[in-house]
């Protein structure tokens, strides 16, 4: 059981490229999210998804954009890199209980991160 | 909106010693509470959650923590503090409706010998 898959592990980009970070959950988990951990930020909120076809904003989804086209994969695409999106990028996948009208998630799975320079 | 503020940015306690870490929350109904840990170089693992029921949630590794809804707080504590404690430890709190989650800027423990 692979859990939580993200891809790359390391990426260097310049000012103004644009890239894709790879998500993909095995669990069949509904909820997937990505976000960004910063010193003293703590882990900020990018984007979210409850399932296929669904997705929100979170905290700081400026310069970011996600897709889920399946229930497995949630890539986070990056459009044109700025030095303030250097950080560490974390996919993190979660069943969700309570569907009906909504729902929480019960606890987080966890990719093993992305570390991302933008020089 | 949701919100989470750990006070502490760093804690330094003896081994042995006992631990308390605050967390305060900001939610407009009865919220979802969870404590993650993440050690140097490591994913973060799930410590305990709080959805209802009783307010004091026991968690792996011998940690607790106690919903004060009139303080709007979350503090996680456990009574003797070992060297494999040292980590950083971050509260959040989660969305009913929409399971949004969202975490705290986080608390760096360092523990004495």
């Known amino acids: ?119 | 909106a949701q919100s989470v503020t750990q006070p502490d940015i760093h804690i330094t306690v003896s081994e042995g010693a006992s631990l308390e870490l605050r967390c305060n929350y900001s939610y407009g109904a009865t919220p979802y509470l969870f404590w993650y840990v993440q050690s140097p170089g490591q994913g973060l693992q799930l410590l305990l959650k709080y959805f209802s029921g009783d307010t004091l949630v026991q968690g792996i590794k011998g940690f607790e923590a106690e919903f004060k809804r009139s303080q709007s707080s979350f503090n996680l504590r456990k009574p003797s503090v070992h060297w494999s404690d040292a980590a950083e430890y971050f509260c959040a709190v989660g969305n009913r409706n929409t399971g949004k989650l969202i975490f705290g800027q986080g608390t760096t423990l360092q523990v004495k010998p």
């Open chain 1, 1 to 119: 059981n692979a859990g939580v898959t993200q891809t790359p592990k390391f990426q260097v980009l310049k000012t103004g490229q644009s890239m894709t970070l790879q998500c993909a959950q095995d669990m069949n988990h509904e909820y997937m999210s990505w976000y960004r951990q910063d010193p003293g930020m703590g882990l900020r909120l990018i984007h979210y998804s409850v399932g296929a076809g669904i997705t929100d904003q979170g905290e700081v989804p400026n310069g970011y954009n996600v897709s889920r086209s399946t229930t497995e994969d949630f890539p986070l695409r990056l459009l044109s890199a700025a030095p303030s999106q250097t950080s560490v990028y974390f996919c993190a996948s979660s069943r969700l209980t309570n569907l009906q009208g909504g729902g929480t998630n019960e606890k987080l799975f966890f990719g093993s991160g992305t570390q991302l320079s933008v020089l």
